[in-house]
């Protein structure tokens, strides 16, 4: 496996269309994950978004792939604190009554001139936290 990547699997007890649904609509998305006005599956379509009400943890992010209720794929960037991008995978498979998302962020070298909040580290921390804690609470009450 490669040192700049990341692999996360969960198994969510949802169908895919409904999991496809919480992670690709704005206005679920901001339930669990960020709000993002301008955000859109479409391929080549840009938007963005900060962690916080600072704009010093802007991300810029790029639309790459799209197969509905299976694949999502973008570009993300800190445009502020590095220059590069990482990409990140949703991909969703099927199980019975269930549906697992498997995460692929990879190309986390970029950052490492950002410092120690942009290591691969807290990347899969933060992963961890958004796709264990916020998504399950959400698809716990949908």
């Known amino acids: 496996m490669s040192q700049d990547t990341i692999h996360i ?3 969510y007890p949802i169908s895919t269309a409904k999991l496809w649904q919480a992670m690709t609509d704005r206005k679920k998305l901001k339930d669990w994950f960020f709000d993002i006005p301008n955000f859109s599956t479409e391929v080549g ?9 600072s704009s010093d943890n802007y991300h810029h992010c790029k639309v790459l ?6 694949l999502f794929k973008f570009e993300w960037r800190h445009p502020k604190q590095t220059n590069g991008n990482s990409i990140i ?10 549906t697992t998302l498997h995460l692929t962020h990879e190309g986390l070298t970029y950052a ?10 807290e990347y899969e921390s ?8 916020s998504l399950s609470k959400f698809i716990s009450k949908i």
Do not use: H, M, N, Y
């Not at 792939?65 to 299976?70: M, N, S």
């Open 126 to 133: 933060g992963w961890e936290r958004i796709l264990g804690d």
């Open 9 to 11: 699997e969960r198994t």
């Open 45 to 53: 379509a840009e938007f963005e978004f900060s962690k916080s009400d």
């Open 65 to 70: 792939e799209v197969k509905p209720q299976e």
């Open 89 to 98: 995978t949703w991909r969703l498979i099927p199980r019975r009554g269930a």
């Open 112 to 121: 490492k001139d950002a410092g120690e909040p942009f290591c691969l580290e």
